[in-house]
């Protein structure tokens, strides 16, 4: 059962504009979300993350939404370059539990051409 | 650098043999997490040590799984009898709290292995 739902398997941006990616959960239990990024051979990297408190997270180029009533999250990067083609990676986290796993979804491709 | 580390890299087995995995987390971490990570998938959950005591395993580790965190430093995770379906990158991550701003995981490059 996927707790956590990046529908859009693949992205492509052109350099400069704005990149948007996607996710969407299902457990009302989650009360903090967070981006990865990874490249090809190397684990995910950390990249931004939000709590459910709040609606929006920014860090420079990378800004974080979150609509709890929907239950979906996106990330935007603006500008895109293209040292940000990766796969992103949306997860998220149920902190009223103790043990502090996180829930993947399957990773959107980001795809930044000059 | 003082980031998570994994060994090996990659690792080539035949069905039916054992293996094992190292991970040292980041040193003044005290969590640390086992992931893995099939094509097309993002990682999935396996287990989780808080110091040296293994706090929850996921379904997914069968009994052929185990994982061990002697004096809350190194984590080991063994796969014996190894099947095909256990192809996979196995990934590593530990923090130092639970999720939180300042406490992410941080994850170490993974493992992948491939049974032949």
């Known amino acids: 059962d996927q707790q956590v739902k990046q529908n859009s398997p693949s992205l492509s941006v052109q350099e400069g504009r704005i990149s948007i990616l996607n996710c969407d959960y299902t457990n009302s239990m989650f009360d903090y979300f967070l981006w990865y990024k990874k490249y090809p051979a190397e684990g995910p990297t950390f990249l931004i993350s939000?709590?459910?408190?709040?609606d929006k997270n920014e860090d420079g180029r990378f800004t974080v939404f979150l609509n709890k009533s929907a239950k979906h999250l996106s990330l935007h990067i603006v500008p895109s370059q293209p040292g940000d083609s990766a796969v992103y990676f949306c997860?998220?986290?149920?902190?009223?539990?103790?043990?502090?796993?996180?829930?993947f979804g399957r990773g959107t491709q980001l795809t930044v051409w000059p | 650098d003082t980031g998570v580390s994994q060994d090996p890299r990659h690792k080539i087995t035949k069905r039916g043999q054992n293996v094992t995995f190292r991970c040292d987390p980041i040193?003044?971490?005290?969590?640390l997490y086992w992931y893995r990570q099939t094509l097309g998938q993002g990682p999935e959950f396996l287990t989780y040590f808080q110091n040296e005591a293994q706090l929850e395993k996921s379904r997914l580790l069968s009994d052929r799984f185990s994982a061990e965190r002697p004096k809350g430093s190194f984590s080991t995770l063994e796969i014996q009898r190894t099947e095909q379906g256990d192809s996979a990158m196995y990934l590593c991550?530990?923090?130092?709290?639970?999720?939180?701003?300042?406490?992410?995981?941080?994850f170490g490059p993974g493992t992948r292995l491939t049974v032949l």
């Open positions: 997860a998220a986290s149920d902190r009223g539990s103790t043990l502090g796993r996180l829930y």
């Open positions: 939000i709590s459910s408190i709040k």
């Open positions: 991550a530990s923090s130092l709290g639970s999720p939180g701003p300042d406490n992410e995981q941080f």
């Open positions: 040193s003044e971490h005290n969590r």
